[in-house]
Nanobody
């Protein structure tokens, strides 16, 4: 079992930045792919970013490419999401997730087995 706890959310003005953290416990995440998803009010949960277990591969939703950066520190058992140039449409609850290193479904919820509770990000215009 992997327990995931997100932090770093909050209220920020458009154009601002936030850095989300996802701290894992229970097991090391060094052999897991990690992802970030978000869910806005009234919308489906959507993929945001992915990083492979080794950190050697990343992928992003088109809507955040060039603005968000995912990274990981396996020594700290933590994954990060640096969010720059935030827009009001980025407002959502952001969740991190961990999944099998052998999965190729990193952009879908089915590629992940463990989920955090989420942290709220609100971007004002």
């Amino acid at each position: 079992q992997v327990q995931l706890v997100e932090s770093g959310g909050g209220l920020v003005q458009a154009g601002g930045s936030l850095r989300l953290s996802c701290a894992a416990s229970g097991r090391t995440i060094s052999t897991y792919n990690m992802g970030w998803f978000r869910q806005a009010p009234g919308k489906e949960r959507e993929f945001v970013a992915y990083i492979s277990w080794s950190g050697g591969s990343t992928d992003y939703a088109d809507s955040v490419k060039g603005r968000f950066t995912i990274s990981r520190d396996n020594a700290k058992n933590t994954v990060y999401l640096q969010m720059d140039s935030l827009k009001p449409e980025d407002t959502a609850v952001y969740c991190c997730a961990s999944g099998s290193r052998y999965s190729s479904s990193w952009s879908t919820q089915g590629g992940y087995a463990y989920w955090g509770q989420g942290t709220q990000v609100t971007v004002s215009s």
